[in-house]
């Protein structure tokens, strides 16, 4: 059964137990996340998920009160191991979810 994830409660309310397929909005699209990889409570969530319906990915969810800063650290670091030409995964998307 598939949860869908419709506020940013929901997000801190998962503990490390979650591991079901879940869908979240963003924007135009919607992420399918297929398996949890890691989750910190309150704060992260790592999923095996589908973009655009087909293509699959590694997704980060940040939702704490910090979530903002914890992308943009990762965006940055993604930023520096590309410019050190070290294979490093695109980044298709970033931003806040419709929810």
């Known amino acids: 059964m598939k949860i869908e994830i419709t506020n940013q409660k929901q ?13 979240l909005r963003l924007r135009e699209q919607v ?15 790592v999923a095996l998920s589908r973009w655009r319906n087909h ?12 979530a903002e800063q914890h992308m943009r650290r990762e965006i940055k670091g993604t930023w520096i191991l590309s410019r050190a030409k070290v294979a490093t995964p695109s980044i298709l998307f970033y931003g806040q979810s419709a929810v």
Request: charge should be positive.
């Open 11 to 23: 997000c801190q309310q998962l503990g490390y137990d979650f591991n079901q397929p879940f869908s």
């Open 31 to 45: 992420l399918n996340g297929e398996k949890i990889l890691r989750i910190v409570p309150g704060r992260r969530i």
């Open 55 to 66: 293509q699959l990915i590694v997704a980060k969810l940040f939702f704490s009160r910090r």
